[in-house]
Nanobody
C-alpha cells in the first residue's frame, strides 16, 4: 500500500489549504485514515482521523477549522484547513490502518511521505 500526500505550501495566517492523500495498492474503502503533523522540534502528533464508516475525530486545536474527508471513488483522503495559524506550520503526514481509527502513531500500518505547510504571520 502506498500513500502520497500533496497540497502543502506557503500561506498567510487566516488563509486556507487543502491537503490530499492518494492511496494505491490496497482497498482504500477498507482503511481508516488519519492525518498527523510534525512541527519543528516536536514529535509527530495526531491531527484528525476518519473511519471507514465516516466517523471523524479532531485534535482540539484544529476542531472547527480543519475538515477531514474521503472520496472512495478516487482513493483519496483530504484535509481542508481553514483559518490557518502560524502554529499550524508543520510537515503533514497521512496514515492508514485497517484496524484502528485513532491511537498512537506507532499503530498505523501505512504512511505517506509528508507535505510541508508553512503559515506566515
Amino acid at each position: 500500500v502506498q500513500l502520497q500526500a500533496s497540497g502543502g505550501g506557503l500561506v498567510q495566517a487566516g488563509g486556507s489549504l487543502r491537503l490530499s492523500c492518494a492511496v494505491s495498492g490496497g482497498t482504500f474503502s477498507s482503511y481508516n485514515m488519519a492525518w498527523f503533523h510534525r512541527a519543528p522540534g516536536k514529535e509527530r502528533e495526531f491531527v484528525a482521523a476518519l473511519s471507514r464508516s465516516g466517523a471523524t475525530y479532531y485534535e482540539d486545536s484544529v476542531s472547527g477549522r480543519f475538515t477531514i474527508s474521503r472520496d472512495n471513488a478516487k482513493n483519496t483522503m483530504y484535509l481542508q484547513m481553514n483559518s490557518l495559524k502560524p502554529e499550524d506550520t508543520a510537515v503533514y503526514y497521512c496514515a492508514a490502518s485497517p484496524n484502528i481509527v485513532t491511537g498512537p502513531r506507532t499503530l498505523y500500518d501505512y504512511w505517506g511521505q509528508g507535505t510541508l505547510v508553512t503559515v506566515s504571520s
